[in-house]
């Protein structure tokens, strides 16, 4: 089914000014989600997803949080904060007029949906996260992104000129998820570090008493085998949030190659939210602690 698709604008205020970004939408009507991609991702990665839910009616907006894809990329370490990302979204909302969204993502984008829902959660109408970024992820991640911080900081030539070799590549030749990739690796030093420096010294994802004190229904979807997305921090998660189901996707890359099954799945939660009343949903939660599980 095809549906409806507009490149939009907004823009905020930062510690480094103000700043642009870009958003895509899909479909319309006042179901709205919001997609957020994974850290140094571009928006454009949830693009098969957004297009698979605005068939379904939703109305969905993929956002490039400050720094990465088409939005502006500061070199001012002070710009980015899981806070300011959240803030963005919220700001997303007020732009285009929407009272609530079911709000989701990837990885980063996982960690600051949930962030949108302590911040302000009576502008969340649910939650989609994937792959949440949480106390198991702890060791790879400082291996993973503190050595691209070094790389950046102190052999800036690495990074930048990585995208000398990337940026020339026509996206519309290549696969999808390789057009990803290499919109992932066209970074410019200073702006990576200064991102990785942000999120290195501000908080990664709300306290284990803020997660469970977040009421609104909440989809959860943890992979086997991958150190830097443990399945054990999603299943947490789930565990924490006193509305949430938990899925356990069959491989890192099922989401990727083989969506139809989550894609399913994301789009029959987001609809639910819908489709339940708000104030239903308040009375309706299930003691914390305990979790509804799916594998499909």
């Known amino acids: 089914m ?14 480094a000014g ?4 870009e958003y895509t939408e899909y479909g319309a009507g006042d179901a709205w989600v919001v997609l957020l991609h994974g850290q140094l991702m571009p928006r454009r990665m949830h693009q098969p997803l957004a297009r698979a839910l605005a068939a379904q009616g939703l109305h969905v907006v993929t956002l490039d949080l400050l720094g990465h894809g088409r939005s502006d990329r500061p070199a001012d370490p002070h710009a980015y904060s899981m806070h300011a990302w959240a803030e963005q979204v919220l700001a997303l909302l007020d732009h285009l007029g ?36 949480l106390n198991n992820a702890l060791e790879a ?31 519309g030749i290549v696969p999808f998820w390789a057009g990803i990739a ?9 702006s990576v570090a200064a991102v990785v420096h942000g999120l290195f010294f501000g908080r990664v994802a709300p306290s284990s008493r803020q997660r469970r004190a977040i009421t609104a229904p909440a989809l959860v979807v943890g992979h086997p ?25 069959r491989s890192i890359l099922e989401w990727r190659l083989r969506p139809e099954r989550l894609d399913r799945a994301a789009a029959g939660f987001a609809l639910g939210c819908w489709h339940t ?13 305990r979790r509804r599980r799916s594998d499909g």
């Open 182 to 190: 290499l919109d992932t690796l066209d970074q410019r030093a200073d």
């Open 98 to 133: 929407a009272a609530q969204a079911v709000v989701g993502g990837t990885s980063l984008g996982a960690n600051v949906s949930l962030e949108v829902a302590v911040l302000a959660p009576e502008r969340v109408r649910g939650l989609i996260a994937e792959m949440p970024v």
């Open 141 to 171: 991640g400082i291996v993973a992104f503190g050595s691209l911080l070094l790389a950046a900081r102190f052999l800036p030539f690495t990074v930048d000129g990585v995208r000398l070799l990337t940026r020339p590549v026509p996206r």
């Open 277 to 289: 009343p708000a104030v239903a949903r308040r009375t309706t939660g299930r003691p914390s602690g």
């Open 18 to 21: 103000r700043d642009r970004l």
């Open 225 to 249: 085998a991958d150190p830097i997305h443990p399945a054990a921090d999603a299943a947490m998660l789930a565990e924490e949030l006193p509305n949430a189901t938990f899925l356990r996707a």
């Open 2 to 15: 095809l549906v409806s698709e507009r490149i939009g604008q907004l823009f905020v205020e930062s510690e």
